[in-house]
């Protein structure tokens, strides 16, 4: 099994990304192939500052290895480094026809949210994203629901493409997450956390800042610690993160929070996601002190994936008579 996942470089990571994408891969890479990307392409078909992105760029590729992505199981790469990338995209391009395009969910909802910036790139970001996963020939890509009708794509590309040149790509599968996290805002259940503002408790947040973040969550009608998605979302999602920090199951969560007030399980749930986070912290540390082993790390990663990324575009241009 291969796998190919990635993060666009677009601001601070959060635990929604932590428990919901990070903890999956470094669980992942014990059985598979993996590669994971930044993928910074991606992240540029959005407003973006040049300065921030590069400093956004560095910053994940930390939290990539204090989650526990072993640069010795996974190849770890930044996708702008890696021309083929583009080139197997302009590719797929003349494969995707214009409708397939116009279907995607997730176009419609950035083109309505930067209204100011409706550009080319953001309208062909699947094609680039099935690109990415087919220049490594994976099988297998771990996303968050909002990015299954992508992988959709990516399969359909490489079946048009096996179809008309020859069998070339395997149909990749979305994978999502074990962990099943949706971490929604402290502020607002009903949203997700995003890698901007207080309703977040983003990777590095001091442990004074976390336990002030949780005390001011947002908490549903009644005193009952209770999972109830429908009538109590906002506890729900303060047991889904408790559970996932603390690896208990949510009822035995509830049972022993029977009978107790909010106050108490939200300054519980504080120190629990502290001591998580303790871990993640430490290791970012240590790899921030020692930016050489960073770009060891990442030169390693390149070189291995441009092996398998070049034998694929001369394979794919090969079969289309270009060389």
């Given at each position: 099994?291969?796998?190919?996942?990635?993060?666009?470089?677009?601001?601070?990571?959060?635990?929604?990304?932590?428990?919901?994408?990070?903890?999956?891969?470094?669980?992942?890479?014990?059985?598979?192939?993996?590669?994971?990307?930044?993928?910074?392409?991606?992240?540029?078909?959005?407003?973006?500052?040049?300065?921030?992105?590069?400093?956004?760029?560095?910053?994940?590729?930390?939290?990539?290895?204090?989650?526990?992505?072993?640069?010795?199981?996974?190849?770890?790469?930044?996708?702008?480094?890696?021309?083929?990338?583009?080139?197997?995209?302009?590719?797929?391009?003349?494969?995707?026809?214009?409708?397939?395009?116009?279907?995607?969910?997730?176009?419609?909802?950035?083109?309505?949210?930067?209204?100011?910036?409706?550009?080319?790139?953001?309208?062909?970001?699947?094609?680039?994203?099935?690109?990415?996963?087919?220049?490594?020939?994976?099988?297998?890509?771990?996303?968050?629901?909002d990015q299954v009708?992508?992988?959709?794509?990516?399969?359909?590309?490489?079946?048009?493409?096996?179809?008309?040149?020859?069998?070339?790509?395997?149909?990749?599968?979305?994978?999502?997450?074990?962990?099943?996290?949706?971490?929604?805002?402290?502020?607002?259940?009903?949203?997700?956390?995003?890698?901007?503002?207080?309703?977040?408790?983003?990777?590095?947040?001091?442990?004074?800042?976390?336990?002030?973040?949780?005390?001011?969550?947002?908490?549903?009608?009644?005193?009952?610690?209770?999972?109830?998605?429908?009538?109590?979302?906002?506890?729900?999602?303060?047991?889904?993160?408790?559970?996932l920090f603390s690896?208990?199951?949510?009822?035995?969560?509830?049972?022993?929070?029977?009978?107790?007030?909010?106050?108490?399980?939200?300054k519980d749930l504080?120190?629990?996601?502290?001591?998580?986070?303790?871990?993640?912290?430490?290791?970012?540390?240590?790899?921030?002190?020692?930016?050489?082993?960073?770009?060891?790390?990442?030169?390693?990663?390149?070189?291995?994936?441009?092996?398998?990324?070049?034998?694929?575009?001369?394979?794919?241009?090969?079969?289309?008579?270009?060389?």
């Amino acid at each position: 099994m291969r796998i190919f996942s990635g993060m666009r470089p677009t601001g601070k990571l959060h635990i929604g990304n932590y428990l919901g994408a990070l903890k999956n891969w470094v669980e992942l890479q014990k059985k598979a192939e993996c590669i994971f990307g930044i993928v910074d392409y991606h992240g540029i078909t959005t407003p973006f500052i040049p300065k921030q992105i590069s400093k956004d760029i560095k910053e994940l590729v930390l939290d990539y290895l204090a989650a526990g992505i072993d640069p010795k199981k996974s190849i770890i790469i930044i996708q702008s480094h890696i021309p083929e990338h583009t080139e197997l995209a302009w590719i797929l391009g003349t494969l995707t026809s214009i409708g397939e395009l116009q279907r995607m969910t997730q176009f419609k909802e950035k083109a309505i949210q930067h209204k100011e910036n409706v550009n080319a790139g953001l309208f062909c970001y699947p094609i680039l994203m099935a690109a990415d996963i087919l220049l490594y020939k994976a099988d297998t890509v771990p996303v968050g629901e909002d990015q299954v009708q992508h992988v959709e794509l990516a399969r359909t590309l490489a079946r048009k493409f096996n179809n008309k040149f020859g069998k070339t790509f395997p149909e990749p599968k979305a994978l999502l997450s074990k962990f099943g996290a949706r971490i929604m805002a402290l502020n607002n259940p009903e949203q997700k956390m995003s890698k901007t503002g207080d309703e977040s408790i983003m990777l590095n947040d001091s442990a004074d800042a976390i336990r002030q973040k949780i005390k001011t969550a947002v908490t549903d009608s009644g005193r009952e610690i209770k999972y109830d998605e429908k009538n109590k979302p906002a506890i729900s999602n303060l047991l889904t993160i408790y559970h996932l920090f603390s690896n208990k199951p949510i009822n035995e969560i509830e049972k022993k929070y029977r009978g107790k007030g909010y106050a108490e399980f939200k300054k519980d749930l504080a120190e629990v996601v502290v001591k998580g986070l303790k871990s993640f912290q430490e290791t970012r540390k240590k790899y921030a002190k020692n930016p050489r082993l960073v770009e060891k790390i990442l030169a390693e990663g390149e070189k291995k994936a441009r092996k398998i990324a070049s034998k694929t575009i001369n394979e794919v241009k090969t079969k289309m008579g270009l060389i």
